[in-house]
């Protein structure tokens, strides 16, 4: 194995997508067999990559310290193998539901480009690599966004790339901080103090991590592209990879590059977002009347629950986030494949004309059901495990009010999907939605491959804790400190278990209370929480993006520009509109009517000429 | 052999019309090309090699005896016989189809040469009488020309402009009478080293004045400019773009220059009062032509106002602004030349010069709409078009000299230049198509093929500008900035 085959991972999927890209319509076969063919060459690379774990590709590249470096660690090598893995799921999906999209070879290209850029983001060695793999997926993702074809998808594309070029611009800037702070390049060399500039710069790249995996206030174009581009592409960007790349850098910031301190300012700082970013984005979650868009604001609240384990520094605390950030990206893309599933057959995802799908579609029903009891944290399932860790690490890092934010999120989000499944696959079947069979093998197998994978976190947590997680801290903490976390991740007799069952509960009683009180329809079982006076208000604000900084954004944005325009180009404008062409055509009007054409007149112009330079000529001579 | 520049254009130019009895199209049409063809590769390759070791003096002998002709030549002619070579094989191949309707196109070429050949003379003159003859010989010749037409239009401007013109070369005459008064001679080398002992302040500059009123006129220098903008648009558009692009530069700009800066010396005196010429060119003429609805008239009053740029970056008198004018002078004859060449295709096309009747042409011409921005936008002076760099060099040269309100004034100028092209494009060839012009094609082959020549020459020398500028600017720029040693120290026979 030659450092040489690092490339593999990014250059495989680059040709692939432009050989995607050009195979024709008619040739759709094979277009799907090498689609799934690449995947899989990809998918066995990474588990070889995996077992192999230490690999490094150095090449010159642009000097000042700027090299093509290429780095395969622990690390790097299960996200690596994560990201195939989600990339082989949603291109079998995709090759079934993407079949008759009018942009289906885009679609194709679009996923394996994120896939290679994904790849060299991950090994990227060196900052300016790794921002030129960044970049790129806000290229793809532009495009992926728009391929859902929609009145709006191009506008939410626009929100998309500018919410993520800001959050990149602020990463570069904090990188070019970092450069100067610690005056490296190479990331594997970096290890800074965060104080005084680099703080900064560790706040600046956060928010650029952050962003990419869609915390708050940087999510807001999540809800609008689960209505505007194609579910796949919601399993696919925002479920899966970006969380992945984002929380893998947002990791190797706090721990890597920058030294956080557990309970210091910036570690405090980083529970805030993640706090907020839980409750916020579950309130959010619960109202939604869309089974996609319920799906998407979980995908920005979830988020916080890693940023909220990272953020405690305190290992369990971390390897919960960590944990968390692998189960999220499988449950949830298993949700939003299944409500593709839904969507695939019944043609719409509005809660209200769906209902009592078990019967018609029972895998797709079971798929969603256990990623589902996986998100709300139900035992034994993955989301009860890494959760677990991350309560645990936010009371150990004596900051209870962010225990009790994350509790306050279970809350909701088992209460939203117990909304969002009693009236998608329980209740009574609505007229709306005639009748429908189960959907195709490559669109129930992803779902059942991940929620398979759910169970199996769960169960046999030891594995993916002792595999993948525990590696990645060691060298982070103390020498000789506590770090095997399986030994009580599924024990419930615990008081942070008991409290986190007691929120379950409190949530299955919610529920009941507005299912009932709604006059028995499920998907208004969360109105009574979304009627409470104040509360009400704040969701129609909500709702109408006032609290949606890109949309305020750009209103005040609008308003400046109409008033420079008004007050400074309109004036500037006269002046060359009116007054010079004005002055400018007087003076040539003025200078026409002398060439009237005579004779004479030219003549004598020329007689004056010669006796005012003879003149010139004389007294300048003296 | 530099007598071949003179000889072989005025020997072709007596065969043409025998040769036109013959044969009415193809015979001369490939005579004159050939003969300019011949004129411009003779220039470039054989013309470097003459003047690799220093100028180079030709004593005409008829049977063995010397007569009283000698040519000299150095950068600076060969610099110009390049530039006569370049445009007038370009107005040439545009005749080839332009001329067609005109009829007695042997005549018309025989006109051409000999117009081609005087001024290829007056380039290479070494004295201030053949400097008069041959100005007189591509004058008369260009009198016929633009009378070519023979409309009422025509035959006016043609009057018009041999009136002035007789002026003109009367106080020249007067001029070099004077000089001849002074300094019992009319030799350069002769006059520059007599001048140098006679110390004769006052009477020098009484054949200044003669001859800044006399070129001036020629050269069309505000106020001497009036004629210009009558004659040249009446003219055949092939004729209008080698008087603009040529001759008004070598009968006007290049004497001028010869006899000022070689022959009496530029005092600060002289160089005073040609900035103040050229800067007055400059900015009146700019706004003259905002004001013209005539195509051709607003490209004639553009001509005055380029002058007006080359007179000014000369009149600086140091080696850069030398340079600059000389290269801005070399950049306006292409480009210039391509603007009438390209009027004339409009002209043809739509039968009308008015710009207010035109409109949306480049839908229907593609090509004549290309190349006409590209030669609106060289003159212009936008980047990276080759007058971008001339007026570039001029400013820097005149800010270099302490002339910064020149410089301001320049720089002004020509927005005010970039405002009338753009004038008309806009209303000439962008825009919505005129319903009149729907059925109107682009130009014949060879009109486009030489419109296109000088736009790729346009384009080409702005992007290799330095090579240009070494090659033939610089050694024009040293005679010039020699001053009256070039003259003394080389032609002394």
């Known amino acids: 194995m030659t450092p040489k085959m690092l490339l593999l991972p990014i250059l495989l999927p680059a040709v692939l997508a432009v050989v995607l890209l050009v195979i024709p319509r008619t040739l759709r076969l094979v277009r799907d067999a090498l689609a799934l063919a690449g995947a899989a060459v990809l998918l066995y690379y990474g588990f070889v990559f995996f077992a192999l774990k230490d690999l490094r590709f150095n090449v010159p590249w642009l000097g ?86 929609r009145p709006t998808s191009g506008r939410t594309a626009v929100k998309a790339l500018l919410i993520g070029a800001f959050c990149d611009f602020s990463m570069i800037l904090g990188i070019g901080l970092l450069w100067t702070v610690s005056g490296t390049l190479t990331m594997s060399q970096i290890s800074v103090e965060p104080t005084g500039l680099a703080a900064v710069a560790f706040i600046m790249m956060m928010i650029g991590a952050a962003g990419k995996a869609g915390a708050m206030p940087f999510h807001t174009w999540i809800p609008d592209a689960a209505i505007d581009a194609p579910v796949t592409f919601m399993a696919f960007l925002p479920a899966a990879f970006e969380k992945l790349l984002g929380i893998y850098l947002l990791a190797r910031i706090s721990l890597d590059f920058f030294k956080i301190r557990p309970g210091s300012g910036l570690a405090v700082l980083l529970m805030i977002v993640g706090a907020v970013t839980i409750v916020l984005a579950v309130l959010m979650a619960l109202v939604q009347k869309d089974f996609k868009r319920l799906l998407s604001y979980h995908a920005v609240s979830q988020v916080g629950y890693m940023i909220l384990g990272i953020g405690t520094a305190i290992p369990i605390g971390i390897a919960g986030g960590l944990f968390h950030m692998i189960n999220h990206a499988m449950y949830k ?147 000789g400190a506590h770090l095997n976390f399986a030994s009580h991740a599924l024990d419930i007799f615990t008081p942070v278990a008991l409290i986190s069952i007691g929120c379950l509960v409190l949530a299955f009683l919610l529920h009941r209370h507005g299912f009932l009180k709604t006059g028995r329809k499920p998907y208004l079982a969360s109105e009574p929480i979304h009627n409470l006076p104040v509360v009400h208000k704040l969701y129609d604000l909500a709702e109408a993006r006032v609290f949606d900084p890109y949309e305020q954004g750009v209103k005040v944005l609008h308003g400046l520009s109409l008033f420079l325009f008004k007050a400074i180009d309109r004036p500037i404008d006269f002046v060359y509109e009116k007054v010079v062409t004005f002055a400018g055509e007087k003076f040539t009007a003025i200078l026409k009517k002398a060439h009237n054409g005579h004779y004479a007149n030219y003549l004598a112009w020329c007689l004056a000429g010669l006796i005012i330079v003879a003149g010139a000529i004389s007294l300048l001579m003296k | 052999m530099i007598i071949l520049f003179v000889a072989l254009p005025l020997v072709i130019a007596g065969i043409l019309p025998l040769v ?29 090699h003459f003047i690799a070791a220093g100028p180079v003096l030709q004593q005409l002998s008829w049977f063995g005896e010397p007569v009283a002709i000698r040519l000299a030549l150095d950068g600076f002619s060969l610099f110009m016989l390049l530039a006569i070579a370049l445009v007038g094989l370009a107005a040439c191949l545009f005749s080839i189809d332009y001329m067609e309707h005109y009829g007695a196109k042997a005549n018309y070429y025989a006109l051409f040469l000999v117009m081609v050949a005087g001024m290829n003379g007056l380039v290479l003159a070494t004295d201030l009488f053949s400097v008069y003859l041959f100005m007189e010989v591509a004058a008369v010749a260009s009198y016929a020309l633009v009378a070519f037409g023979l409309g009422q239009d025509e035959l006016e401007a043609a009057f018009k402009y041999l009136m002035l013109s007789v002026v003109a070369t009367a106080f020249i005459l007067a001029g070099v009478a004077v000089i001849f008064g002074m300094t019992g001679s009319l030799e350069f080398a002769a006059v520059a080293k007599a001048l140098q002992e006679l110390n004769a302040g006052a009477v020098v500059g009484v054949a200044s004045a003669f001859f800044i009123m006399g070129f001036g006129l020629k050269a069309a220098l505000v106020p001497f400019h009036a004629w210009l903008p009558d004659a040249h648009p009446s003219a055949p558009a092939p ?56 195509i051709k008239r607003m490209l004639a009053y553009s001509s005055i106002s380029q002058v007006g740029y080359v007179v000014l970056g000369i009149g600086i008198g140091t080696p850069l602004g030398i340079a600059g004018g000389l290269f801005h002078l070399f950049n306006h004859a292409l480009a210039k030349g391509l603007l009438f060449l390209t009027s004339g295709s409009v002209q043809q096309a739509t039968g009308t010069r008015n710009l207010d009747e035109m409109g949306g042409l480049a839908k229907r011409m593609p090509v004549t709409a290309m190349t006409n921005l590209v030669g609106a936008l060289s003159i212009s002076g936008v980047p990276p078009l080759n007058g971008f760099w001339s007026k570039l060099v001029i400013i820097i040269a005149l800010v270099q000299a302490g002339h910064p309100v020149f410089a301001v004034i320049a720089v002004l100028a020509s927005v005010l230049t970039l405002w009338y092209y753009l004038l008309m494009q806009r209303k000439a060839f962008f825009g919505k198509l005129n319903e009149k012009w729907a059925a109107v094609k682009e130009a014949p082959f060879w009109m486009t093929a030489a419109t296109v020549f000088l736009a790729l020459l346009c384009v080409g020398i702005g992007i290799f500008f330095s090579s240009t500028v070494t090659t033939w600017i610089q050694p024009a720029a040293d005679v010039l900035a020699d001053g009256i040693h070039a003259a003394i120290g080389s032609w002394g026979f």
Not at chain 1, 114 to 119: V, Y
Not at chain 1, 381 to 401: C, D, P, Q, R, W
Request: charged letters at 15%; proline letters at 3%.
């Open chain 2, 20 to 48: 036109g009895k013959v044969s009415r199209r193809v015979v001369p049409d490939l005579l004159a090309n050939a003969t300019l063809l011949f004129l411009l590769v003779y220039a470039a390759v054989a013309g470097r």
């Open chain 1, 333 to 479: 893309s298993g949700l939003f494949l299944s409500a593709g599933s839904v969507e695939h057959r019944t043609g719409t995802t509005e809660l209200k004309k769906l209902g009592g799908l078990r019967k018609e579609m029972p895998l797709t029903a079971f798929g969603f059901t256990v990623c589902a009891l996986a998100i709300s944290g139900v035992w034994p399932l993955n989301g009860f495990v890494s959760k677990e860790m991350v309560f645990h690490g936010a009371l150990e890092s004596g900051y209870t009010i962010f225990a009790i934010a994350a509790w306050v999120g279970a809350i909701f989000t088992f209460a939203s999907f117990l909304k969002a499944g009693h009236s998608v696959f329980f209740g009574e079947r609505t007229r709306e939605v005639p009748a429908v069979k189960e959907s195709q093998p490559a669109i129930v197998v992803p779902i059942l491959v991940l929620a398979a994978l759910c169970i199996l976190f769960g169960v046999y947590n030891k594995l993916p804790l002792t595999l993948f997680i525990q590696p990645i801290l060691e060298g982070h903490v103390e020498a």
């Open chain 2, 239 to 294: 004729i209008s773009a080698i008087l603009s692009g040529l001759l008004i530069k070598v009968s006007g700009v290049y004497a001028m220059t010869r006899i000022f800066l070689n022959v009496f010396g530029l005092t600060p005196a002289l160089s005073t009062v040609l900035m103040s010429l050229g800067t007055l060119s400059l900015v009146v003429a700019a706004f003259l032509a905002l004001g013209q609805k005539d």
């Open chain 1, 64 to 149: 000042m310290g700027i090299d093509f470096d290429l780095r395969l660690y622990h690390f790097s090598s299960f996200i690596l193998l994560a990201l195939a893995g989600f990339l082989i799921l949603i291109t079998l999906y995709s090759t079934v539901k993407i079949k008759d999209a009018p942009r289906a070879r885009e679609f194709f290209a679009y996923v394996f480009l994120t896939a290679a850029f994904a790849n060299g983001a991950v090994l990227a060695n060196n900052f300016v690599p790794l921002v030129f793999f960044w970049e790129g997926l806000l290229v793809t993702l532009y495009g992926l966004i728009t391929i859902g074809g």
